[in-house]
């Protein structure tokens, strides 16, 4: 009895060691060339920032490709768009006057138009992202879930993050997707 007391007792305490290995889900970190964007993500995730002011996570083997890419069972993205890093035609997106309804823009010219099927999302929700405030919403097509959250930096700037996971996966990555976009520091270039 003594015995099996003892096992319990040292599984018990073992039990929150295993738990703080994982609490670390971010061990990664991206620097770009220019130092203006840095983010943490996880090991063995692909990177994609060829094209200016947007930024790809992705736990695929290879980038994420949104609008003609799908994410397969057990696989998840983000992505980030700078309002004023991208380039002509990701800007198009931040085209209206308040967050509300650069939203709605978004919500047209991005997944309505790239995806072509009748979506319904959810109603814009207002929210704290990391520092900055913020509208979120989201919607589910073809077995994946999409997650849009318009972050407003202050002066003009916005940044747009994009989470997208299959049904099946977003319990499981829905945080860590979360994290990583909240991980996000940028830093515009000074002019």
Do not use: C
Request: hydrophobic content about 45%; overall charge negative.
């Amino acid at each position: 009895m003594r015995i099996r007391i003892g096992w319990i007792l040292l599984l018990l305490l073992a039990v929150p060691l295993i738990a703080r290995a994982d609490s670390k889900p971010l061990p990664e970190t991206y620097v770009s060339d220019d130092g203006v964007t840095t983010f943490q993500y996880p090991t063995g995730w692909t990177i994609d920032v060829q094209h200016p002011g947007l930024v790809t996570v992705s736990s695929k083997d290879h980038p994420f490709l949104f609008g003609s890419d799908f994410m397969s069972q057990g696989e998840a993205a983000v992505m980030v768009i700078f309002s004023d890093a991208a380039d002509a035609y990701f800007r198009e997106y931040f085209e209206a006057d308040n967050p509300a309804a650069m939203m709605n823009h978004i919500i047209q010219k991005v997944f309505a138009a790239n995806l072509r099927g009748d979506l319904k999302f959810t109603a814009l929700e207002t929210i704290q992202f990391g520092d900055f405030p913020a509208v979120h919403t989201s919607t589910t097509f073809r077995d994946n879930n999409f997650s849009a959250i318009l972050a407003d930096r202050g002066n003009g700037l916005y940044t747009l993050a994009i989470g997208i996971t299959t049904i099946s996966a977003s319990e499981k990555y829905a945080p860590k997707l979360l994290a990583i976009a909240e991980s996000v520091t940028y830093q515009p270039p000074s002019s």
